[in-house]
C-alpha cells in the first residue's frame, strides 16, 4: 500500500513561518511530481507548489516570493516552507504525488491533509 503522511500544520501570527513535510511510504517503484495543493472554507482546492523528479519547481503566483517547495527524494519527502504567511493562506493544505508502486500501477496520491490557520 502506498500513502502520503503530512506533518507540520498549525497555528501561526501573520508574518510567520512553517515548514510542512510530507513522506511517501509503502510499495515504491518511482516517484514522479509531488506538490502542495490547499483548500480554504467555500474555495476549491488550488495547487500551491509543485516540484518534478528532476527538480523543476512552479509556483501559483500568490505564493511565489514567500513559499518555498523542496524535496528530498533520496527519502521520498517533499516540504513546503512557508514564510511570510497571510490570513489568506489559511487553508487544509494537501500534499499529491504521483508514483508508481512495485505492481506496476501508476496514480496521482493524496495525503490527508493538515490545517495552516494565520490568525493573530
Known amino acids: 500500500q502506498v500513502q502520503l503522511v503530512e506533518s507540520g500544520g498549525g497555528l501561526v501570527q501573520p508574518g510567520g513561518s512553517l515548514r510542512l513535510s510530507c513522506a511517501a511510504s509503502g510499495r515504491i517503484f518511482s516517484v514522479y511530481s509531488m506538490g502542495w495543493y490547499r483548500q480554504a472554507p467555500g474555495k476549491q482546492r488550488e495547487l500551491v507548489a509543485v516540484?518534478?523528479?528532476?527538480?523543476?519547481?512552479n509556483y501559483a503566483d500568490s505564493v511565489k516570493g514567500r513559499f518555498a517547495i523542496s524535496r528530498d527524494n533520496a527519502k521520498n519527502i517533499v516540504y513546503l516552507q512557508m514564510n511570510s504567511l497571510k490570513p489568506e493562506d489559511t487553508a487544509v493544505y494537501y500534499c499529491?504525488?504521483?508514483?508508481?508502486?512495485?505492481?506496476?500501477?501508476?496514480?496521482?496520491?493524496w495525503g490527508q491533509g493538515t490545517q495552516v490557520t494565520v490568525s493573530s
Open positions: 499529491n504525488a504521483n508514483m508508481r508502486a512495485w505492481s506496476g500501477s501508476q496514480n496521482n496520491y
Open positions: 516540484i518534478t523528479s528532476g527538480g523543476s519547481k
